[in-house]
């Protein structure tokens, strides 16, 4: 894909003018969230990541499906109309660039059979403008993870800064649109522009890599399903959900229902496997009734059932989870005490020619 | 009007008769509003569906009809949560939301020429119900077919008229038991598990389908496999708390498997495999 640079002057006036065309969404000032912005000069906050990931502008925190209304000639169910509006997102870090991408196949029609028209609607208006971070965030693992790619990150085009100017990589079509808007600001990469944008990736990548065996899981926590090692790692969770919540590949989901009189909408929210009640059945049947059996849903749902599914590992090492645990469980320790469990168990079974207990 | 381009939005249909079957069980009979959706529904044995009752909420019910009989749905629930409540609360004339059918269901024609087993505990007749009744629609096709069933009381029996209907029938064999009986039952006494061990069906050429609460399943399961059946002939459908039913909200799955696409119905075997607990 054709490569640019862009003068870290001619930022705002770029995005400006995609300001036309679009509703743009840039990391807050206090780096808390993507909100709409026309300051377009402070849009590429340099500063870390956001505490919420922009999968909110996707599969949003609680959004209408349907609004119905009952009357004496039956009952109207109108679809909510799924979020068409034209919006751009600016400075999205590449592992939260590689999350949408995991986010696209579960939403998608060949995942399960079924096609969620809202995120997709949603995605198709939104083109992403990524950023490589300046610098990792205390917890960040990115390096590790099989998912992102720093150099190129799965946007539609993909910034990266080089000190007084940004190298731009247009990856998709969208993203040579986006270049093109921008006439007149952007000249061709150099060489050294390339070379330039290839050692601020490999050296974040060298700082954020800690050697976590996150492809390996999947084999790894196969052995662990009935291994008492969860009940161990789960002691601490006090089950906010924080974890999840803030997790840009997390994306279960409630519906519910809410009525005012003979109307009312049907809505989905993002919901949580560490509460208590998440597989709870009205029969009183809880098939993950305790903290132990609900980390290794989430753990196994993200390292390996998922995997198995796709064939792509769904956690990107964005470390948010590490950061925001209020009882600073950290899933690092957790993957390698699981990792190193899942090797002593295999060690065993060598030594001794049969599964160990 | 049917959407298909939203697998989320559910289309209308009426309660046409609501049937008392135990003390805590009804079946309702339900039709599509719209003729489209009625013909546009086409279904398996074993899937189930997603009924909303409007502004109370949607839960996941197998379909107790068989597809053999055109024209109209049938669920069995338990009055349990706040879904089954509201439906409990309806008498017939109501309208709720169906979208489905979903799951894999039943492999009807992988079991042409087999002899079937059902065992069934309580109200986990209801999706046994629908591929019963399919076979003998079919009759042809199928072997013998033999039903173990059983509840806590003769007054927690469902579907009775239809189990003195196929009482009567003289090519199937039918085996009733409940936990323990009253002053008026005379049949047996005693709970499923023992049963199918007293009867010992032979595993010869048979499929079997087992569908009740999780203790049966357990005994039946441990039962079957002393009597020779092979974790593949043995079929069961499983439960899980589900919200989308489509494959999405990521709850219901056991280990890799999505019970709302990849199952409902599953062989023991693959159960095993998948590391899911009975």
Redesign the interface.
């Known amino acids: 894909m054709p490569d640019y640079v862009i003068g870290k002057d001619k930022v705002a006036e770029w995005l400006r003018r995609l300001g036309e065309r679009y509703a743009i969404y840039a990391p807050d000032a206090d780096g808390i969230a993507f909100v709409r912005t026309t300051d377009y000069a402070s849009a590429l906050s340099p500063s870390g990541n956001t505490r919420r990931p922009p999968k909110e502008l996707f599969l949003p925190n609680s959004q209408v499906l349907l609004t119905f209304r009952q009357g004496e000639q039956g009952v109207e169910i109108t679809q909510e109309p799924a979020s068409g509006e034209p919006r751009l997102l600016v400075g999205v870090r590449p592992c939260d660039a590689a999350a949408l991408k995991l986010l696209d196949v579960v939403f998608s029609q060949d995942y399960s059979g079924y096609d969620d028209p809202y995120y997709r609607a949603a995605r198709a208006a939104t083109p992403v403008i990524s950023l490589l971070c300046a610098e990792p965030l205390e917890g960040c693992f990115c390096g590790d993870a099989p998912a992102v790619n720093l150099a190129s990150p799965p946007a539609d085009a993909a910034l990266t800064d080089l000190g007084d100017k940004y190298f731009a990589e247009a990856s998709s079509e969208t993203g040579e649109q986006l270049v093109a808007a921008g006439d007149g600001l952007f000249a061709a990469a150099s060489d050294a522009d390339r070379a330039g944008r290839d050692k601020a990736a490999a050296e974040l990548g060298r700082l954020t890599r800690e050697g976590l065996p996150l492809a390996q899981m999947r084999e790894r926590l196969r052995g662990l399903h009935e291994s008492g090692i969860w009940r161990d790692l789960a002691q601490k969770c006090v089950r906010c959900g924080v974890c999840s919540y803030l997790c840009p590949t997390c994306h279960c989901f409630d519906i519910q229902d809410e009525a005012f009189g003979s109307a009312g909408c049907r809505y989905r929210c993002w919901d949580t496997c560490q509460f208590t009640d998440f597989a709870l059945m009205s029969s009183g049947e809880n098939p993950r009734r305790d903290s132990a059996e609900r980390l290794k849903q989430r753990l196994c749902h993200k390292l390996e059932y998922l995997p198995d599914r796709t064939g792509m590992i769904y956690c990107v090492g964005c470390g948010r989870c590490v950061r925001l645990c209020p009882v600073g469980m950290d899933i690092r320790e957790t993957i390698e005490a699981l990792s190193a469990e899942a090797q002593a168990a295999a060690t065993q079974e060598e030594v001794s020619g049969a599964p160990a207990e | 009007m049917p ?1 298909p ?6 289309s ?1 249909a009426r309660i046409e008769e609501v049937r008392v079957e135990t003390p805590d069980t009804k079946t309702f009979k339900v039709a599509f ?1 719209d003729d489209d959706c009625r013909a546009g529904f086409s279904y398996r044995p074993g899937q189930f569906a997603e009924l ?1 009752v ?6 996941p019910f197998s379909i107790t009809s068989t597809p053999s009989r055109d024209g109209f749905l049938e669920f069995s629930m ?1 009055r ?2 706040r879904v ?1 409540s509201a439906l409990h609360e309806m008498i017939g004339g109501e ?1 709720i ?1 169906i979208r489905g059918p979903y799951g894999n269901g039943f492999p009807v024609e992988d079991w042409k020429g087999k002899n079937l087993l059902f065992i069934g505990g309580g109200i986990g007749l209801a999706p046994l119900r629908s591929a019963i009744n399919y076979c003998l629609d079919n009759r042809a096709h199928y072997g013998d077919v033999e039903i173990i069933y059983g509840a806590r009381s003769p007054a927690d029996l469902v579907f009775k008229a239809e189990l003195e209907q196929w009482a009567r029938r003289d090519d199937l064999r039918l085996d009733l038991t409940v936990d323990r009986g009253d002053g008026e039952w005379t049949g047996r006494e005693g709970f499923v598990p023992t049963l199918v061990m007293e009867l010992r069906p032979s595993p010869e050429g048979v499929t079997t389908i087992t569908c009740g609460p ?1 203790i049966m399943i357990r005994l039946v399961l441990q039962g079957l496999a002393q009597l020779g059946f092979s974790d593949e002939q043995i079929v069961t459908t499983m ?3 589900m ?2 039913g ?11 498997s ?1 019970v709302c ?1 990849d199952g409902p119905v599953y062989n023991y075997a693959q159960l095993k495999q998948l ?1 899911g ?1 009975i």
């Open positions: 959407q381009n939203n697998p989320y939005i559910p209308p509003c909303s409007f502004g109370i909420g949607e839960a338990k349990m949560g089954t309208l939301g999780p439960e899980m708390r919200k989308c489509i494959g999405k909200c990521g709850r219901c799955n056991i280990g890799r999505y696409v590391g607990e």
